[in-house]
T-cell receptor, first 109, second 113 residues
Framework: QQPVQSPQAVILREGEDAVINCSSS?????VHWYRQKHGEAPVFLMI?????EQKGHEKISASFNEKKQQSSLYLTASQLSYSGTYFC??????????FGKGTRLHILP | KAGVTQTPRYLIKTRGQQVTLSCSPI?????VSWYQQTPGQGLQFLFE???????NKGNFPGRFSGRQFSNSRSEMNVSTLELGDSALYLC????????????FGPGTRLLVL
């Protein structure tokens, strides 16, 4: 089951904050966040695991609500380099990661 | 450590032909997953291999197949190509799966004419 991401797209001015949400209809074991710039491969941002463990970049924060089967990615004081498409991937313990359709983020100077 | 590599980077084929794409995972990684990326559809899961066995499969027709070798390198094959198969094909590797981070290769862009 493909997770649902919201919003589909967002435009911000440099320095503003953004929240990207990811929800699943099934119980989650892990949530994986990636950013992809045009013409490039997705780059790992953060992994959140059932039980509370998190691993990722220091400047990125995210939450994982296991009961609600939801995760949110928080981008604070956005920079021009944050522009791109953000994907959340969900794992249900069977070793495959299913990705949502992505959230396009555009940062204006 | 070298990252995930994919060859070729670009391919142009015609309908009805078949194509084989290759992926070399990060050294020590035994899990390799393949994804198809098309505009508006995000990353569609094709299949995942671990220790030469297909461990998971997505909802793609049987024309899409794959395999993994003993050195963890993986190939995917698409037979009888259709125009709709035009896409970026990404492979990703991680150690064993589960609680580990997955790293993507640069992808192979396939154009079917």
């Amino acid at each position: 089951q493909q997770p649902v991401q919201s919003p589909q797209a967002v435009i911000l001015r440099e320095g503003e904050d953004a929240v990207i949400n990811c929800s699943s209809s099934k119980a989650l074991y892990s949530v994986h966040w990636y950013r992809q710039k045009h013409g490039e491969a997705p780059v790992f941002l953060m992994i959140l695991l059932k039980g509370g463990e998190q691993k990722g970049h220091e400047k990125i924060s995210a939450s994982f609500n296991e009961k609600k089967q939801q995760s949110s990615l928080y981008l604070t004081a956005s920079q021009l380099s944050y522009s791109g498409t953000y994907f959340c991937g969900t794992g249900m313990g069977d070793d495959k990661i299913i990705f949502g359709k992505g959230t396009r983020l555009h940062i204006l100077p | 450590k070298a990252g995930v590599t994919q060859t070729p980077r670009y391919l142009i084929k015609t309908r009805g032909q078949q194509v084989t794409l290759s992926c070399s995972p990060i050294s020590g990684h035994r899990s390799v997953s393949w994804y198809q990326q098309t505009p508006g559809q995000g990353l569609q899961f094709l299949f995942e291999y671990f220790s030469e066995t297909q461990r998971n499969k997505g909802n793609f027709p049987g024309r899409f197949s794959g395999r993994q070798f003993s050195n963890s390198r993986s190939e995917m094959n698409v037979s009888t190509l259709e125009l709709g198969d035009s896409a970026l094909y990404l492979c990703a590797s991680r150690g064993r799966g589960g609680r580990e981070t997955q790293y993507f290769g640069p992808g192979t862009r396939l154009l079917v004419l």
